[in-house]
């Protein structure tokens, strides 16, 4: 259904520096929603996610495979903001081992892990998703880095824009600041109460396109809104753990993703958006319970293989054990955090090179740096930098 705009345009300025800003309509749509085509997708998606949800629940180290999959998603959110990190810089970074002119992009994937873990842990004491929350996240965000003079956790008090020189040829412009207080007041009312209930999938869908309408920070907001999505469904407990994540899906559509957010402003199709997004998750979902599997297959396959060191074998399983949480390391960090002697450490690194499940990446004589290739392989799926936005 074609609704027209989904708020108003607010003309601003006179002569040539004047521009349009969307006020977005506060939520939910008017007229409803027809939710013909919507409940299959709906109870599609919401079966995905049980069997993702119920998988977190067996895995032997949950907070093993948490603690990567968080990673790949805070570099693919960055992603599609630009940042061109790759998913083993990220881990060089983490273990200071990543060249000086790299750091910048690392770094600002690193700040989303912090935001998100401290979002999850906001969530979990039963703080309530709001916009003292999300400054909070905010702030955290853009901490360091090139964020920094972005005013971290600040909603804005100067006009941003989307695409474009300025305002007055952007692509989008969200609302001015006297609008700000009112966009955000409804849109966390609209969290928290719903006159008409609707599905946690939909509701979710709806409060995602309004937030990347408001558009409240000067900087992150994309990042911001993606995550929103993921805590939204932990505080209703949908998922018991964060371990769904759209922006693969988001970035290898983002042409369509983007055109879609505008749609939904300029013509109002909620229901083609939620199309979208609901296909999203039940594919994110499906595609999160398929590298869990793979992940468990490998570690499997790969324990059996140490098992056949006999002696050497225990100490292997050390390293092994180690390479599961840090991807990459190097001789000295491993023998460090295992509490054995470096020689020991490199001689089961050895072992493991043997075995075709350590490789050496650096390419260096001295300073070696270790990787679990076949799960750094899994794991990077999809994680190759995006070109610049046409």
């Not at 753990?241 to 988001?250: A, G, H, K, N, T």
């Not at 098992?307 to 023998?335: F, W």
């Amino acid at each position: 259904m074609k609704r027209g705009h989904t708020g108003k345009i607010k003309k601003i300025g006179r002569g040539p520096n004047a521009f349009g800003a969307f006020v977005p309509a506060p939520l939910p749509p008017v007229p409803p929603l027809v939710f013909d085509r919507l409940f299959k997708q709906s109870e599609a998606a919401s079966q995905a996610l049980g069997r993702l949800d119920g998988i977190s629940q067996v895995l032997p180290d949950t907070g093993l495979f948490l603690y990567l999959y968080v990673r790949k998603e805070a570099l693919l959110s960055s992603q599609i903001e630009g940042t061109q990190s790759s998913f083993s810089e990220l881990l060089l970074f983490e273990e200071e081992s990543l060249p000086k002119d790299r750091e910048l992009d690392a770094m600002d994937v690193s700040n989303y892990i912090d935001a998100l873990q401290h979002g999850v842990k906001r969530v979990r004491e039963e703080f309530p998703i709001s916009v003292r929350l999300l400054r909070e996240i905010h702030q955290r965000l853009l901490r360091s880095g090139r964020g920094t003079d972005q005013e971290p956790g600040e909603i804005r008090r100067s006009q941003n824009w989307i695409g474009g020189s300025r305002p007055g040829n952007a692509a989008y412009v969200p609302p001015p600041i006297e609008d700000l207080d009112k966009c955000l007041s409804d849109f966390e009312k609209f969290i928290h109460t719903d006159p008409t209930p609707l599905p946690i999938l939909i509701k979710v869908g709806l409060l995602h396109v309004q937030f990347e309408s408001i558009h409240p920070f000067l900087d992150g907001n994309g990042r911001l809104g993606r995550l929103l999505i993921t805590l939204y469904l932990c505080e209703r407990k949908v998922l018991a753990e964060p371990i769904l994540f759209l922006s693969l899906y988001l970035k290898n559509n983002r042409d369509r993703y983007y055109d879609l957010l505008q749609r939904v402003r300029s013509e109002g199709v909620w229901e083609e958006w939620l199309e979208f997004f609901l296909e999203g998750l039940r594919l994110t979902a499906d595609q999160a319970v398929d590298t869990a599997r793979r992940t468990l297959k490998l570690f499997t396959e790969d324990r059996g293989k140490i098992g056949d060191l006999a002696r050497a074998a225990p100490t292997t399983i050390m390293v092994h054990d180690l390479l599961k949480e840090r991807i990459v390391t190097s001789v000295p960090r491993a023998s460090e955090r295992l509490g054995i002697s470096q020689p020991t450490t490199r001689a089961a690194i050895a072992n493991l090179e043997a075995l075709g499940i350590a490789k050496e990446i650096s390419g260096k004589k001295r300073g070696k740096i270790f990787s679990y290739s076949a799960f750094l392989k899994i794991l990077s799926e999809g994680t190759e930098p995006l070109p610049p936005m046409r």
